[in-house]
């Protein structure tokens, strides 16, 4: 059966050239079941990929385990599993947010002269994925993928507000409550408390816990479901982004997280601004 992955001859010369072989072959079998579709069995598999039957039949094993396969007890056959449509599902998610996001950076940056930022929980970290920079000397630059501690960041704490007691505790058991300023609350029960306010008032402040002289306001973003999936947030110089305009760029944000929640699917009651 023809698939278009002939390419997997001149695939074999690739992993000469320094891949790690065992990672090229699974990624060549997961790229074979997307391509061929439907349920298949090991031979056809075997043939997509041109690797031993042995050799398919550990790493599909592998792969099963993992959740990435699945197969058919009754007819022996295997197909995608759901943590790869899950995967395949959460990529899609992060493009149309980007696409729905962009609009609403852009907007924050002009009404309130300070850098906006989108950034998501993942893997208890804050990841910004996208960024409007400041056109302002003095700015706040925030690298797209970068990694930042969720307890003392504005964008990790508004997202830890809407998470579930769970999860909040896992990912402090898991990183811990360190201190980056002398303002950053390291007493769980503290951050607890911390986290009850934000959920009454719909936003978080990150009033230089995570970096001294820096101060950020990040409010959620909702999807049809009403799960939060990631934050919007406007950060500057204390010295600009002083207690006057925190009070005009926070309606601001929680504006623009409520219509770009809306742009998403999401329906709600407004929220008040206190």
Known sequence: MATGREHNGAGGARRGRGGVQSVERTLDILEALVELGSEVGLV?????????????????????????????????????????????????????????????LQRLVQHCGESANLAVLDDGEVVYIDQAQSTRILRMFTQIGNRLPAHSTGSGKVMLAFASPDVVEGIVRRYGLARRTPRTIVDFEAFREELERIRQRGYAIDDEEHEEGVRCVAAPVRDQSGQVIASLSVSGPVTRLNDRQMNAVIPEVMECVMKLSARLGYRSEPVSVS
């Open 44 to 104: 056809e598999i075997s043939q997509a990929v041109s690797l031993p039957l042995a050799t398919v039949h550990r790493l599909l094993g592998t792969l099963i385990q993992r959740g990435y396969v699945k197969q058919n007890r009754q007819n022996r056959k295997y197909s995608l599993g759901f943590r790869a449509l899950q995967m395949g599902s959460d990529m899609r998610q992060r493009f149309t947010l980007r696409l729905e996001a962009r609009p609403f």
